[in-house]
């Protein structure tokens, strides 16, 4: 006998890095509800990162008008349907002039700041194991991605673009990152460059292809959409960029990622995953925010982030991530040279390296739990 459809209506961020931070929980809820069938509203920017998602009915693009009508152009193409569960991550009041067996609402909760990726998961009670972000792709966009990048060495991918100018590195260093990273002495020595970025960062980006040698650059800037970026970023062995969307979709491809901050704050804005890690210069986010506290300003603020650091610390995330070919206690060494280097005292490298464990665990996960109390009929207004 079919299941019958479970409907459910997903409000999320109209910005890139928000939507992509927010993914993994619909991945969770399509896993754990096989009849689950999705709306999803997103922002313009955002939508598009969603249309290969299982069990999808529509993306319902969300455009910000004055006042709340956006909220009520929304109600207005939901409201006939009755939902099985509403999750706003938005946590505006749409769900509560809705037909629906469960909703989930986003709260803001006081307290010290938390990643997004956690913030997102307490809407679902998911906050002690919170869903990584995942997008989903078919078959057809990985083959075009292929398509593009063809054959060749190890990929360095890097997004030298971001949505402001105070949180952008400036491009003649990643010039000398990619030159000292792909040198034939680099640790990614015959390797290729990949820049990734909107339309409107092609100009920004001419000098950083100008400066890669012939036939060693794959400049897709403006010309791919998100979806294929992120199958693009699936084949590169390390992304270098600055805080934006990009990186994001970047940690959320499994891809090493290095994210470049300064006057943004990596406690929720951090790349997401064991294989990113955020970095910054001398300054803290609090010193940024002293001296432009809307963070609006047309200021570099990126300018005290050395080169050496940041090569640095890329050789030390390529070592740590060094693939199955390469043995494991080559990777001890090479993780033991980079960390002398940063000026670090390196542990002795193991005699004998552990092989992962996979543990099957038959009782319900935590998530699983989590997801069945969240579609569990609500409890009378009386009772709390």
């Known amino acids: 006998m079919t299941q019958r459809a ?173 030159a000292q990273l792909l040198d034939k002495d680099g640790p990614m020595a015959g390797g290729r460059l990949l820049i990734l970025g909107g339309p409107e960062d092609q100009r920004m980006v001419e000098e950083l292809r100008m400066a890669t040698a012939r036939g060693r650059c794959i400049d897709l800037t403006g010309k791919v959409d998100l979806l294929t970026a992120y199958a693009c970023l699936r084949r590169a062995r390390m992304f270098i960029g600055n805080d934006s969307g990009l990186m994001h979709i970047s940690a959320a491809a499994g891809t090493p990622t290095l994210g470049l901050f300064g006057p943004s704050d990596e406690r929720r804005y951090a790349p997401w995953g064991e294989h990113a890690q955020a970095i910054r210069g001398p300054r803290g986010f609090e010193q940024f925010l002293a001296v432009d506290p809307d963070l609006s300003q047309a200021i570099r603020h990126m300018s005290d982030l050395p080169v050496a650091q940041v090569v640095r610390e890329a050789k030390a995330l390529l070592a740590r991530t060094a693939p199955a070919d390469v043995s494991a206690q080559a990777a001890v060494v090479e993780a033991a040279i980079a960390e002398e280097e940063a000026g670090v005292e390196a542990a002795p490298p193991a005699e004998d390296i552990a092989p992962e464990h996979v543990l099957v665990v038959e009782e319900p996960s935590a998530q699983e739990e989590a997801v069945e109390e969240a579609l569990a009929e609500e409890r009378p207004a009386s009772q709390g």
Not at 20 to 48: E, H, T, W, Y
Not at 123 to 135: I, N, R, S, V
């Open 6 to 178: 479970f409907p459910i209506l997903f409000i999320t961020a109209t910005r890139i890095g928000d939507a992509v931070l927010s993914s993994g929980l619909i991945k969770m809820l399509a896993d754990q509800i096989p009849n689950a069938r999705f709306s999803i509203v997103a922002g313009p920017l955002a939508a598009p990162l969603f249309a290969h998602v299982p069990g999808l009915d529509r993306v319902i693009v969300m455009e910000k008008g004055k006042g709340k009508g956006h909220w009520f152009k929304l109600w207005n193409q939901v409201r006939h349907k009755k939902w099985g569960l509403v999750v706003d991550l938005r946590g505006s009041g749409t769900a509560l002039f809705l037909r629906r067996e469960k909703r989930a609402i986003w709260k803001k909760t006081a307290g010290e700041p938390v990643h997004k990726v956690i913030d997102a998961a307490r809407t679902l009670k998911l906050e002690g194991d919170p869903p990584a972000p995942h997008l989903y792709i078919n078959d057809e966009v990985q083959a075009l991605a292929d398509g593009l990048l063809g054959d060749g060495g190890p990929i360095l991918a890097m997004g030298p673009a971001s949505n402001w100018i105070g949180k952008v590195w400036p491009i003649e260093r990643f010039i000398q990152t990619a």
